[in-house]
């Protein structure tokens, strides 16, 4: 791929990019229609060592990012829980990590970005020039024009290794504690697991980290681990295994808990170093459900894991974390001030799609809201009402450019 | 002490990864290329990504008749070259070189006269810097990108398949001329890789990552005593039997 032109753009529709498919939804497909690979378009501009300012085509991933930077003692200032995904996609999705309540989400690092669009030339947009356009981009789920390269300010570390600590917890008044501000204030990195079988007790473990002041500047390694060399038998997980296997992390959680160091790649990454991890959950695969619904609502929140406890449905991972107030730049961000589950499920048809509608009408009655990235099944109703800037953002959406999401979302629009 | 790679046809997919490991070993380099634009920004990203220093050198490489001078610019850029890789390559479209016996010529030109010519210029290149120093242990890797479709010819692509034969051949007997002087040749024969150069071929999500495919050539160029290597490893085995498959059922295969 050696141009992208507002011709290609025009002659493929309805086209989407397409990085490395990390989206657990259908933001990322386009059936019907084609697919870019943005895969092709992964070179680095420049990479400025001294003020750390990277500028690469869009499809570079996170992980090869840290692979050129730690080494030079710059790191991600926002990573999700994966590194195998393109910069392009972190943008579109406007993603999110541990230290949200202090960083905010990728957007608000993003200095200036080049779109290509069906309907111009090349845009080069920021908050100084053509701010909407830049808004409606980030978070915009790729639909605004394809992204051709951006530039991303790193963060400063000194080392490679995380200073972490292990806080088990029993109740949700005692995640909510850890979560506060004042406790956040000194954990750049915080994020809790809970045991999402265990109901009103709400145990499990409270994660936070800091970059550690000193030690080597050793990028991660890019063998993998173990890989999953086919699809288990759908009855893997569950009920009864998810719960021992729960059982089993939270007791060794428990006896590990305390201060430790870590390097960066498995203190964030975990499930990088498990290639092909989704085959555990069988030929039926498996989805996730990630809402936030604001602080003041709590008590929505703790019905919401009540309810998921009560079904046994729900896997290993459940993933829970406050957001802060810094706000992105994106009109369509997920991120907002509140309080952030995600979990999985083994995909069981029926069974899980109306545990997911029960839960909706939940989050919506608190004013939350789901995540596009994981979502395969939300209602066009639940995303507007989620959604409050999607008429401004509709204005800058590319009409070459569409994807399987979008036209799920505004199926009955107008 | 690590001289240059000088790598030849550069922003090809396999080049600019096999670039890309070298990066990474903060080596020096000299890339060498057709389109200024485009070889500058393989330039940009080796130099981002940990290279100690990148030079382009902007030429004609599939024009013989320019050889002299761009061979000259590339010892000048270089100083002490250790490592010389010639990438480039066409996949020819067969069906036009039967009909069109011009473009037939110009692609054995590309995959063939002209590798074969810039070998000859690397080879004198390292023939000289072994009697400057008379006799004093040398090393260097001559390294040259052929393909598995040179180890028999086929119906589907033997326009190609035979320039890319004959290339090998001629390794081989640079091989032979070079090893007196301590210069390693290594001919090297991806199968297909997932390039701009295969993306229209049948498969192509099942061929093999040129991140994989650069990993092994920079390992096998810069380690161990490897004269010809097939990568992926398998397609020696797949090419050997390729090989055995007699005449009189070969000429009748469509593949």
């Known amino acids: ?414 | 002490m690590t001289g240059t790679l000088v790598i030849i046809g550069a922003t090809s997919k396999i080049a600019s990864e096999v670039g890309r490991v070298a990066a990474r070993k903060k080596r020096k380099l000299v890339l060498v290329g057709r389109n200024k634009d485009r070889l500058d920004a393989v330039a940009g990203d080796l130099s981002a990504r940990g290279a100690q220093q990148v030079s382009v050198i902007v030429g004609a490489v599939e024009v013989v008749g320019q050889h002299a001078d761009l061979w000259q610019k590339i010892e000048e850029a270089a100083g002490e070259i250790s490592e010389v890789l010639i990438a480039y390559g066409s996949l020819s479209n067969q069906a036009l070189s039967e009909t069109d016996t011009g473009y037939m010529l110009h692609e054995v030109e590309v995959n063939f006269n002209s590798p074969a010519s810039l070998m000859n210029y690397a080879a004198a290149y390292f023939e000289n810097r072994a009697k400057k120093a008379g006799g004093a242990r040398q090393s260097g890797v001559l390294a040259v990108i052929t393909s598995v479709a040179g180890d028999r010819a086929r119906r589907s692509n033997f326009t190609y398949g035979a320039a890319k034969g004959a290339l090998a051949l001629f390794a081989q007997g640079m091989r032979a001329r070079l090893s007196s002087s301590g210069i390693r040749v290594l001919t090297i024969k991806p199968g297909p890789v997932a390039t701009p150069m295969t993306a229209a071929m049948p498969g192509a999500d099942r061929m093999a990552s040129p991140q994989m495919v650069a990993e092994t050539i920079y390992r096998a160029m810069t380690s161990g005593r490897a004269e010809v290597i097939y990568v992926p490893g398998y397609w020696r085995l797949i090419m050997r039997v390729i090989r055995e498959i007699p005449e009189s059922i070969g000429k009748k295969l469509k593949f």
């Open chain 1, 1 to 414: 791929m050696d141009e992208i032109t507002p011709e290609k753009l025009a002659q493929n529709a309805p086209l989407l990019a397409f990085g490395l498919g990390r989206s657990y939804g259908d933001s990322c497909l386009n059936d019907g229609g084609a697919l870019m690979d943005m895969r092709q378009l992964d070179r680095v501009l420049s990479f400025d060592a001294k003020n750390g300012t990277i500028v690469c085509e869009a499809g570079v991933s996170l992980g090869e990012i840290l692979l050129m930077t730690v080494p030079q003692g710059w790191f991600l200032p926002v990573t999700p829980g994966t590194k195998v995904v393109t910069l392009g996609g972190a943008i579109a999705n406007d993603v999110h990590g541990k230290n949200h309540h202090l960083e905010g989400t990728i957007g608000c690092h993003i200095g200036q970005l080049e779109l290509v669009r069906s309907t111009g030339e090349l845009v080069r947009c920021s908050l100084e020039e053509h701010p909407e356009l830049f808004a409606a981009t980030i978070g915009g789920m790729g639909l605004t024009g394809i992204i051709r390269r951006a530039s991303l300010r790193l963060k400063k570390i000194s080392s490679a290794q995380i200073l972490m600590e292990t806080v088990p917890f029993n109740t949700f008044e005692d995640f909510v504690r850890l979560s506060s501000d004042e406790e956040g204030k000194s954990w750049e990195y915080t994020v809790g697991w809970i045991d999402c079988l265990s109901g009103r007790q709400t145990r499990g473990l409270f994660l936070r980290g800091n970059h550690a002041a000193d030690g080597a500047l050793n990028p991660h390694s890019e063998k993998s681990g173990l890989r999953v060399p086919f699809n288990l038998p759908g009855m893997t997980l569950n009920p009864l295994t998810i719960r021992a296997f729960n059982t089993i992390y939270y007791a060794a959680g428990r006896r590990k808990s305390g201060k430790t160091v870590s390097h960066y790649d498995p203190f964030f990454y975990p499930l990088d170093k498990v290639g092909n991890w989704n085959r555990i959950y069988g030929k039926n695969g498996m989805t996730q459900y990630q809402c936030v619904v604001p602080e003041s609502e709590a008590v929505a929140f703790q019905g919401i894991l009540e309810r998921i406890a009560q079904t046994g449905q729900g896997s290993f991972l459940g993933v829970i974390k406050k957001f802060g107030h810094i706000k992105s730049p994106g009109m369509m961000s997920f991120p907002r001030p509140g309080l952030t589950l995600a979990l999985d499920f083994p995909f069981r048809d029926g069974v899980t799609l109306k545990l997911f509608e029960e839960l909706d009408r939940v989050v919506l009655a608190a004013g939350g809201a789901l995540y596009p990235a994981k979502d395969p099944r939300m209602s066009p109703a639940m995303f507007r009402a989620s959604y409050p800037r999607l008429d401004e953002f509709r204005r800058w959406i590319d009409p070459a450019l569409s994807s399987s999401f979008w036209r799920r979302v505004s199926r009955d629009a107008k």
